[in-house]
């Protein structure tokens, strides 16, 4: 189900166009001097399009809220001192209004907003007819929907220079990462609109700097066209997501670190891939044999419980279940979580099937 977006790439003087596309700058601007100091080091590192939050929207009150509007001056003279490109987060009418002003060259959309269709419409609506590059970050939620919904406003008002980043989901659950990646739903955005460059944000995924470099090289290896990082010129004494920032230093090691594979393959390539991905459809059949048959026994032994009056769900049976499978997956080479997240969808289908023998037994008597 492709959709069609009418996109042109963003093409920036001066900027590469080769992947992977480049933005760094501080999560918030925080003062000139901060501003000014970071932008002149990433300068120097051979960045060329600084990022730099001046509306922070936080999830509870009374965290730093961005300096605001008198921070955009700032903004602007790293353009004309540096010569860089300037990015910012916009939530609003005015936000959007005050960052044309000074002269913003590029927009993004917050994971917050992209997840208000009433924000985004009013922000589509104040851009209706312009020409300048407007990036959308995922919506907090893992809802593919929105994202693409949000895209979709912003190009009915004639917005072609369009993006997207990859910032992860949030979840409840304690893991690795600030923000789950779900590497599936961009792969998954990238199957729908294909034409639209996706940029991953590995500090806001990771929530932490020793995560930063992982989750970049994972991102080139997905073949995904950029990175959005956050680099502060003293990090530890960052006013908002200090955990996350790396030096412009640290963030040019980052970089020089990451391997690019090529993502066109030649004949030779082309046959040995065929070969593998043989196998791999191979083994997917068979896994889809195999639930089969697991379900049907499912099935049975619905029909038993339903016989002799036990209940579906028997705690115990899970628990052990999940113990032993985890253990051994460990010993095969899967994570945990893997093996968890399989077990959880097995059980929630076994349940569904033994629910469906219970009730339609119980359609038959009554019917
Ligand atoms: C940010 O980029 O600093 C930010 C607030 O990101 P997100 O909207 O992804 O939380
Ligand atoms: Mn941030």
Redesign the pocket.
């Known amino acids: 189900m492709g959709i069609k977006l009418n996109i042109e790439p963003i093409t920036l003087q001066g900027v590469s166009p080769d992947r992977p596309m480049i933005m760094a700058g501080p999560?918030?601007a925080e003062s000139e001097e901060q501003v000014l100091t970071t932008a002149r080091q990433l300068s120097q590192q051979g960045i060329k399009i600084y990022?730099a939050?001046i509306w922070?929207?936080r999830t509870r009150p009374n965290a730093f809220e961005g300096v605001g509007s008198v921070g955009l001056p700032w903004l602007k003279k790293v353009k004309e001192q540096l010569g860089m490109y300037t990015a910012t987060?916009v939530a609003n009418v005015k936000h959007v209004y005050e960052a044309l002003k000074y002269g913003v060259d590029i927009l993004?959309i917050?994971?917050?907003?992209t997840a208000n269709p009433f924000a985004v419409q009013e922000i589509a609506d104040t851009l209706k007819g312009m020409d300048i590059p407007v990036l959308v970050?995922n919506p907090?939620n893992p809802d593919i929907e929105l994202w693409i919904g949000a895209l979709e406003r912003l190009n009915d008002a004639g917005l072609r220079k369009l993006g997207a980043?990859h910032?992860g989901f949030s979840t409840y659950d304690k893991s690795l990462y600030r923000n789950d990646p779900h590497w599936q739903i961009p792969i998954e955005l990238r199957r729908r609109v294909p034409n639209l460059p996706i940029i991953v944000?590995p500090s806001?995924i990771g929530g932490k700097r020793e995560l930063i470099y992982d989750i970049s090289q994972r991102a080139m290896d997905l073949n995904f066209d950029g990175l959005?990082i956050?680099s502060h010129c003293n990090p530890e004494i960052a006013w908002?997501?200090a955990k996350q920032q790396v030096t412009p230093d640290a963030l040019k090691c980052i970089l020089d670190r990451l391997i690019l594979r090529h993502s066109d393959v030649d004949k030779q390539q082309s046959s040995t891939l065929e070969e593998l991905r043989a196998k791999i459809d191979k083994f997917d059949d068979e896994i889809l044999n195999i639930f089969e048959q697991r379900m049907n026994i499912a099935d049975q032994i619905g029909r038993f419980k339903k016989e002799n009056s036990i209940t579906i769900l028997q705690t115990n049976r899970w628990d052990a279940i999940l113990k032993k499978r985890t253990n051994m997956g460990l010993l095969k080479g899967l994570s945990e979580e893997f093996v968890l997240k399989i077990f959880a969808s097995i059980h929630q289908e076994s349940i569904n099937h033994q629910t469906k023998v219970m009730n339609d037994a119980i359609d038959g008597a009554t019917s």
């Open positions: 999560c918030s990022r939050g922070k929207p987060e993004w917050g994971a917050r907003t970050k907090v980043i910032r944000d806001h959005i956050e908002s997501d």
